[in-house]
């Protein structure tokens, strides 16, 4: 590019800038009632929504007592350790637990 083409760019790109900050000058007042107003909203929307909260959590089952595992002796329990599995889950999930974490 010639010497004269970016000095001519450099005047389109200043004349931009230029106008630009006029308009903000006139309409500085119009930019920042719409900034207030969008803040307003947001933080009027935000205090009228419904708190709401989520979470999640792991639990483990374990039969017997941490003895009965070192010494790998069970008493009692059946050998169906799937049915037992399902009948712990049946019990977490029941109202009286419910009740009970509230």
Known sequence: MSAAGERWEQMRERDTRVRLLTILRRRWMIAVGVIAVCTYISAFHHARQSKSYTATANVTF????????ALQVSRGGGTEPLR???TEVFIA???EVAEGVR
């Open 93 to 95: 999930h029941s109202l």
């Open 84 to 86: 037992e599995a399902d």
């Open 62 to 69: 374990q039969s017997g007592t941490l003895s009965e595992s």
